[in-house]
T-cell receptor, first 113, second 107 residues
Framework: SQTIHQWPATLVQPVGSPLSLECTVE??????LYWYRQAAGRGLQLLFY??????ISSEVPQNLSASRPQDRQFILSSKKLLLSDSGFYLC????????????FGNGTRLTVT | RKEVEQDPGPFNVPEGATVAFNCTYS??????FFWYRQDCRKEPKLLMS???SGNEDGRFTAQLNRASQYISLLIRDSKLSDSATYLC????????FGPGTSLSVIP
């Protein structure tokens, strides 16, 4: 069966510090991969999605970036965090060629102080 | 207009009540529709898919109306454990989630 791992679960970082969140999927090949963010009391905002290695689509211009160095690995990064980057970051995957259903990781709760 | 809209609620209902949520979407080319459930401070979990012909899973019924571009979720005989936020998801080339509707089932 397919599983998705996301870490860390929680993170407290000062403004201006870098960020790296990692997500890996097991049990499937060439999945579609997604990064979403959910700000406190807000809906899910699609940040990036990828249909293959090195293929990244950005949905929202901001100081975040994403990379897919391996088929089942998706990384969310920032060089300098802003207070507004605080939120609940969720990685998700879907079957190749299909956009949904999405299956989410446990999420990373990021607080920028 | 937002791509996917939901009544944010909260819906506060007694145990045993029937409650219905609606979700509207703007992209007529949307092809896939789902309902997710999200518990407080947890990741969304897939609840059920939505088809034009209707989809029923126990106490839950989902329906799609393509002409009016909305989907619905009906929960019968509400349980305390149904308390959560319910998100609709609409997919075409990407997946857009509604803001969610909060449900509290009261003893």
């Amino acid at each position: 069966s397919q599983t998705i791992h996301q870490w860390p679960a929680t993170l407290v970082q000062p403004v201006g510090s870098p960020l790296s969140l990692e997500c890996t999927v097991e049990g499937t090949s060439n999945p579609n991969l997604y990064w979403y963010r959910q700000a406190a009391g807000r809906g899910l905002q699609l940040l990036f999605y990828s249909v293959g290695i090195g293929q990244i689509s950005s949905e929202v211009p901001q100081n975040l970036s994403a990379s897919r160095p391996q088929d089942r690995q998706f990384i969310l990064s920032s060089k300098k965090l802003l207070l507004s980057d605080s939120g609940f970051y969720l990685c998700a995957w879907s079957v190749p060629g299909q956009t949904i259903p999405l299956h989410f990781g446990n999420g990373t709760r990021l607080t920028v102080t | 207009r937002k791509e996917v809209e939901q009544d944010p609620g909260p819906f506060n209902v007694p145990e045993g009540a029937t409650v219905a949520f609606n979700c509207t979407y703007s992209n007529s080319a949307s092809q896939s529709f789902f309902w997710y459930r999200q518990d407080c401070r947890k990741e969304p979990k897939l609840l059920m898919s939505v088809y034009s012909s209707g989809n029923e899973d126990g106490r839950f019924t989902a329906q799609l109306n393509r002409a009016s571009q909305y989907i619905s979720l009906l929960i019968r005989d509400s349980k305390l454990s149904d308390s959560a936020t319910y998100l609709c998801a609409v997919g075409h080339d990407k997946v857009i989630f509604g803001p969610g509707t909060s449900l509290s089932v009261i003893p």
